[in-house]
């Protein structure tokens, strides 16, 4: 059974960083494209970063060169490192695994951000 824990979230000032951690139990991890999606209140979720088997990153258009997204396969563990925190970034965030041939993705339960003076 595949679980995805998110950690890292909390309250932050604009202007300020924080980094989110998403550990993966089982096996898929490193055959898995790894992504953070969130949520706002009374918004859809949105893709925020993916980071591919072979480490290439895409992101959105509201964080690129503000955020970035890494993989520690050692660790089973994926990254999102956010500065220049802004209000807007305020929501849920998830973490998504993707098997690369098994198919099916994974969802963790989320990590709330709060960018907030």
């Known amino acids: 059974q595949v679980q995805l824990v998110e950690s890292g979230g909390g309250l932050v000032q604009p202007g300020g960083s924080l980094r989110l951690s998403c550990a993966a139990s089982?096996?898929?991890?490193?055959?898995?494209?790894m992504g953070w999606y969130r949520q706002a209140p009374g918004k859809q979720r949105e893709l925020v970063a993916v980071?591919?088997?072979?480490?290439?990153?895409n992101y959105a258009d509201s964080v690129k060169g503000r955020f970035t997204i890494s993989r520690d396969n050692a660790k089973n563990t994926v990254y999102l490192q956010m500065n220049s925190l802004k209000p807007e970034d305020t929501a849920v965030y998830y973490c998504?695994?993707?098997?690369?041939?098994?198919?099916?993705?994974?969802w963790g339960k989320g990590t709330l951000v709060t960018v907030s003076s």
């Open positions: 980071i591919t088997v072979g480490s290439s990153t």
């Open positions: 998504n695994a993707r098997p690369l041939l098994a198919g099916g993705e994974y």
């Open positions: 089982g096996n898929i991890f490193r055959r898995s494209a």
